[in-house]
């Protein structure tokens, strides 16, 4: 039997925190925020509302589809903080009329077809952990109904070329289930974004997902050697080759249509030999500018470390790194190799750091055992910060959910800047947020890091913490569903002011968390609007009858 997940908040039922980790929570976010927090009853399954199918599926595909209400609540939302909130208030009214689990291309054309003969709009569904939008039933009034299909079925890897380094892998298979299934030919995909335990191979296709590495390849970009995608038009498959230079690139037109062109099959991915020799280090600075520019240097240098992540003081403080040295910014330092000794990059690295006013908090950790030839990445941590900072990393979503059930508002933001800009924007984005958090949190807290850092600018992702049981509009924070929904007014408010200050500050609207139906509007204002025209061109020559995935990305049809 499957392990169970929750209906509502992130990953394995067996795996939500007990109660004396959220008693532990509580204790301690309501000495951050300044206010009390207080645990809510968890919900339960039978209080939930689901809204019942509008219509039958269609008869050549009702045979691998599910019109169960528990179903199709479990694929109504991703695991964005809106997701959980609503999830938590038991409002499935958006469910699926209908969840498809194929288990063949045959039925996923199928599928298609059965579609778009009855204006049925089709969400793919990888593991369900956008945070964007990009798997509700938000599809607008022009379709029957709402069909999710679920790839869950689709997770081997098929195809292992040793010599070229490259695997033919299903894209409903997720982290795990790939590194498992890669072990023992040594090679790993080495992809691991922080939802790397149910996110999926077409879900990170389809999104552009970037992993924990922050620099080298580490974008899913990176690693795509061809993809095979079923279109309502028909089939694409795109040929296997390490480079070339014929025409704009088929898969860079795949990757990041978010399930609005189709449904990604499979892919060929490059694989990496697994690491055997690793070093990292914290060093500490006492002004987060002196950070940045030491972050700078590093990944100007051309050493591209594996690591390079810069902690504000409040990010160090809520991941537990650095507690002896409150008020340092932490700038954290890796290398890896399969290939060498890594003493030398890291080494270099460190005096960029030290030359720059750094103080480095602890001797560099190197280990020439490391091999990451386990699925579960959270098994091989140093003993040091940079082991509690990744541990924490793996934890956070399990506790974020923890702390929407204390109806803490809390969510995250990211993007991208060329080093130019960096001061200025960072600045106005904290003044914004900031502003909206004391109107409409109570204050709350605001913190970042770098999570990918590029010779041309970094990756800012920022982390907001409030209280959401006050502040305008916020409802009444316990007690009734539609109290606990209330508070959704004063998290749009405060997300409003961040990504409004993304764009105006000349960032992008995402780096790696994708468009979805949440970025949308200001992701339209961040391209041309002529690029906008081309995709949507792109959609009507693969889509004609508009099913897939209508509203993320692209305008649901009027
Ligand atoms: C706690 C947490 C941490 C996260 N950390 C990261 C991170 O480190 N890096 C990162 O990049 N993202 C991260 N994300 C966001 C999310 O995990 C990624 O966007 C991920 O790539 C989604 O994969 P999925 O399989 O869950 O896709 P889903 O959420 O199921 O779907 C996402 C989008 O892809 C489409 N899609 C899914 N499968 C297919 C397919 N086979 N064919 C066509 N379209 C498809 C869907 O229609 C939807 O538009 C995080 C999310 C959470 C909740």
């Known amino acids: 039997m499957s392990r169970a997940k929750s209906f509502w908040a992130w990953g394995y039922e067996d795996r939500f925190v007990t109660d004396d980790v959220r008693e532990k929570l509580r204790t301690r976010l309501s000495a951050v925020l300044g206010v009390e927090v207080a645990k809510q009853p968890l919900p339960s399954f039978d209080a939930t509302r689901v809204r019942p199918p509008r219509r039958d599926a269609p008869t050549e595909i009702a045979g691998f589809g599910s019109t169960d209400a528990r179903v199709r609540a479990e694929h109504t939302f991703g695991k964005s903080y809106a997701d959980l909130v609503r999830g938590f208030a038991g409002d499935f009214g958006n469910a699926p009329d209908l969840v498809l689990f194929p288990e063949s291309e045959e039925h996923i054309i199928a599928a298609l077809a059965a579609c778009s003969r009855e204006k049925i709009a089709l969400i793919p569904f990888g593991g369900g952990t956008s945070v964007v939008g990009g798997v509700e039933g938000d599809v607008g009034t022009g379709f029957t109904a709402v069909a999710s299909l679920d790839m869950r079925r689709f997770d081997k890897v098929l195809d292992v070329d040793q010599?070229?380094?490259?695997?033919?892998?299903?894209?409903?298979?997720?982290?795990?289930?790939?590194?498992?299934?890669?072990?023992?030919?040594?090679?790993?995909?080495?992809?691991?974004?922080?939802?790397?335990?149910?996110?999926?191979?077409?879900?990170?296709?389809?999104?552009?997902?970037?992993?924990?590495?922050?620099?080298?390849?580490?974008?899913?970009d990176d690693f795509v050697e061809s993809i095979r995608m079923v279109t309502p038009k028909g089939v694409i498959e795109t040929r296997r080759l390490p480079a070339s230079g014929a025409g704009p690139s088929p898969e860079r037109l795949i990757l990041g249509s978010e399930g609005s062109f189709g449904v990604i099959t499979e892919a060929w991915m490059r694989l990496q030999a697994r690491p055997r020799w690793r070093a990292s280090?914290?060093?500490?600075?006492?002004?987060?500018?002196?950070?940045?520019?030491?972050?700078?240097?590093?990944?100007?240098?051309?050493?591209?470390?594996?690591?390079?992540?810069?902690?504000?003081?409040?990010?160090?403080?809520?991941h537990e790194v650095a507690p002896t040295n409150a008020g340092a910014s932490v700038l954290l330092l890796g290398f890896e190799s399969a290939d060498h000794p890594v003493e030398p990059w890291m080494e270099r690295a460190l005096s960029l750091a030290t030359d720059l006013g750094g103080d480095c908090a602890e001797e560099p950790t190197y280990t020439t055992s490391f091999s990451s030839n386990s699925a579960d990445r959270t098994d091989t941590l140093e003993d040091n910060e940079h082991g509690a900072w990744r541990k924490a990393f793996f934890a956070a979503p399990y506790l974020q959910s923890a702390l929407v059930s204390m109806g803490v508002m809390i969510d995250t933001f990211e993007t991208a800047i060329t080093w130019d800009k960096f001061d200025a924007f960072h600045a106005n984005v904290s003044e914004k947020v900031n502003a909206a958090l004391k109107k409409h949190a109570s204050g709350g807290l605001l913190?970042?890091?770098?999570?990918?850092?590029?010779?041309?600018?970094?990756?800012?992702?920022?982390?907001?913490?409030?209280?959401?049981?006050?502040?305008?509009?916020?409802?009444?924070?316990?007690?009734?569903?539609?109290?606990?929904?209330?508070?959704?007014?004063?998290?749009?408010?405060?997300?409003?002011?961040?990504?409004?200050?993304?764009?105006?500050?000349?960032?992008?609207?995402?780096?790696?968390?994708?468009?979805?139906?949440?970025?949308?509007?200001?992701?339209?204002?961040?391209?041309?609007?002529?690029?906008?025209?081309?995709?949507a061109a792109v959609k009507r020559e693969l889509d004609p009858a508009g099913i897939m995935n209508p509203g993320a990305l692209l305008p649901a049809p009027k």
Not at 185 to 193: A, C, D, S, V
Not at 484 to 501: I, N, Q, T, Y
């Open 163 to 220: 010599t070229s380094r490259a695997a033919r892998i299903q894209a409903g298979a997720n982290g795990p289930q790939i590194e498992e299934q890669l072990q023992k030919t040594g090679l790993t995909l080495r992809h691991f974004p922080q939802s790397y335990e149910h996110s999926t191979l077409g879900g990170w296709i389809a999104t552009r997902a970037g992993g924990h590495f922050a620099t080298g390849p580490t974008h899913i």
């Open 281 to 318: 280090v914290s060093v500490h600075f006492a002004r987060f500018s002196d950070g940045v520019l030491a972050a700078r240097k590093i990944a100007q240098s051309g050493l591209f470390p594996a690591n390079c992540r810069l902690l504000d003081p409040g990010e160090a403080m809520m």
């Open 447 to 535: 913190t970042s890091r770098f999570s990918h850092v590029y010779p041309d600018g970094p990756a800012p992702y920022y982390t907001f913490v409030g209280s959401a049981a006050s502040g305008s509009g916020s409802g009444s924070g316990s007690g009734s569903g539609a109290g606990r929904l209330g508070k959704l007014e004063a998290w749009r408010a405060v997300k409003e002011a961040a990504s409004s200050a993304v764009i105006e500050g000349g960032g992008t609207i995402t780096h790696h968390h994708a468009v979805g139906r949440m970025h949308r509007p200001h992701w339209e204002k961040e391209r041309a609007p002529l690029i906008g025209a081309a995709f």
